[in-house]
């Protein structure tokens, strides 16, 4: 009997099952700004929706144009959609003409120059998030930065640790048998990820103007489908493929999923590794920051993961520091791409089933990293990145090839029962429906986001751009016609305006000296 049985067994065999259902979901959803001639927005971040820095559902992310939709955790997934659809709405009324690029691949990019950096003001924080983002302009190019995703964050029900901790008869600490959850839960949703990318991935294609801005573009071999744009026939999800939001350089770190500790550790360890590369690009030059530091990563937050385990920091907190003191709050999945066929990037069965897919992940026998299971994760995430629908593609399971769609379909049947859970009592089996249509996909390659938008291209003749452009200007044309509650409106209105506010009160409070500040917060123990 596997260890995920037995975990399954023991909530069913307690009349416990229901623990599973009521998580909390939340969303962070990037769309660039672009104008009507199909170019990177040039404009600032309006006025309108608010200070990129204080507002805590409409920002910023790398660039100016790259706009970050954000909402809070809800239980119920259409509220968290709703939410979204209200952020989008709200913000197409204010951008004029412009539009928000329906995909994850961006276009209209001309070099490095084109892209405008985000700015937050002339608060230390808002110094340091913007010197940051030169920081990554300076190391790996803007281009890599202004890919858009989505990313999925899910925190398990609260009353189902407690559950879990008694019927396993656990000696650990509440806190830490949460925290080894969680980080089993990672392990897990690391481990199976190349899942999300063969059922979601939504970047076959890109324009050429994306390789001639990229820093590192020779990794992938991409086959031209016409005088503007490149692809791979079988690929999923050029975005997380080397050409993605990947860099040779953090190839060398080793970061321990096992626990907290070492996971912080590790981190830390790499905030302070020297990186000779990043010395000779040079931190403080002529009174001007070009970055933060000259370490391996400037700050956490510069790992890239298709994971994070998180804990919400305070203000000016460190987010290892966040994590050691208090522990897992929720896991962010950051795997997703756009999905250019619905208004909001994302749909409904897709986000109910990677609930399901994240509990099947808590309730799955996990064993702690190794290389050899890592090299495994590597090499599955960047197969199915770029030849995920190729036929009988193998990937590695713990030193075996298995098919991918075999492998799938195991794993789509090991989550049926999660699925059956989460639908009980319920008026509809949303649930199962969600998995019904992903063994549809895995049966179906063709059926896959990234094989339409390839698909769509051909039947229409069209280069990525203009088939991307027409995609956008649907969303659009959607969200024009949408009705946003009059009440809700006003509250974002408010919401703006308070965001402003928060951002002078901060800018006109005394502040220490930028270098004093930056020294504070790295010092933080």
């Not at 260890?3 to 998580?23: T, Y």
């Not at 305070?314 to 897992?328: D, H, I, M």
């Not at 197969?383 to 995920?388: F, L, M, N, Q, S």
């Not at 390659?445 to 069209?462: R, V, Y």
Request: hydrophobic share 35%; aromatic share 10%.
């Amino acid at each position: 009997m596997t260890h995920k049985q037995s975990r399954l067994e023991l909530l069913v065999k307690s009349n416990q099952q229901n623990l599973l259902k009521g998580g909390l979901k939340g969303i962070e959803k990037e769309s660039l700004r672009i104008t009507a001639d199909n170019q990177i927005s040039q404009q600032a971040h309006p006025t309108k929706l608010g200070s990129a820095l204080t507002h805590s559902s409409i920002t910023t992310d790398y660039s100016e144009a790259l706009l970050e939709f954000i909402t809070p955790p809800f239980a119920e997934i259409d509220d968290a959609l709703n939410y979204m659809k209200a952020l989008h709405k709200f913000t197409y009324d204010q951008i004029g003409d412009e539009l928000l690029w329906a995909t994850s691949m961006p276009c209209g990019i001309s070099g490095d120059k084109s892209i405008p950096i985000a700015q937050y003001g002339s608060s230390n924080i808002g110094k340091m998030k913007h010197i940051y983002r030169q920081g990554l302009g300076h190391r790996y190019g803007r281009a890599m930065q202004v890919i858009a995703g989505i990313h999925y964050n899910y925190s398990v029900p609260e009353t189902l640790w407690p559950a879990l901790k008694e019927l396993e008869g656990s000696n650990k600490s509440l806190d830490e048998f949460q925290n080894d959850g969680y980080f089993s839960m990672t392990r897990n949703l690391q481990h199976n990820g190349w899942l999300l990318l063969y059922l979601f991935g939504a970047s076959p294609a890109l324009c050429k103007s994306f390789l001639k801005s990229h820093h590192d573009n020779q990794s992938v071999a991409l086959k031209e489908f016409d005088d503007y744009t490149l692809y791979k026939p079988h690929a999923t999800s050029l975005r997380m493929s080397d050409i993605g939001y990947k860099n040779s350089h953090q190839a060398t770190l080793n970061i321990s999923y096992n626990n907290v500790s070492e996971y912080v550790a590790c981190l830390t360890q790499a905030i302070e590794m020297p990186w000779p590369a990043y010395e000779n690009i040079g931190v403080n030059v002529g009174g001007e920051y070009r970055q933060l530091n000259d370490r391996l990563l400037q700050i956490e937050n510069e790992y890239y993961s298709t994971v994070r385990p998180k804990q919400i920091a305070q203000a000016g907190e460190k987010p290892t520091l966040a994590l050691k003191r208090r522990g897992v709050r929720y896991i962010e999945i950051r795997s997703l791409d756009l999905n250019p066929y619905d208004p909001v990037g994302m749909s409904a069965p897709q986000l109910r089933f990677v609930e399901a897919f994240a509990l099947y992940c808590l309730l799955s026998e996990s064993p702690e990293d190794s290389l050899s299971t890592k090299n495994s994760f590597k090499f599955n995430i960047s197969e199915t990145a770029r030849r995920g629908r190729k036929p009988d593609l193998l990937l590695d399971s713990s030193g075996d090839r298995r098919k991918l769609t075999e492998w799938a379909l195991e794993l789509l049947d090991a989550i049926q029962p999660i699925c059956e859970l989460l639908d009980s009592g319920e008026k509809e089996p949303l649930y199962q429906q969600a998995l019904a249509q992903q063994i549809e996909r895995t049966h179906n390659a063709e059926l896959t986001p990234s094989a339409k938008i390839l698909a769509g291209m051909q039947q229409e003749k069209e280069p990525f751009g203009c088939y991307a452009m027409r995609l956008s200007q649907q969303q659009k044309s959607y969200f024009e016609n949408f009705k946003l509650n009059e009440n809700r409106k006003k509250e974002l209105e408010a919401e703006a305006v308070k965001s402003l506010e928060a951002q002078n009160q901060l800018e006109s409070e005394e502040q220490p000296l930028f270098d004093q500040f930056l020294a504070n917060y790295f010092s933080q123990q």
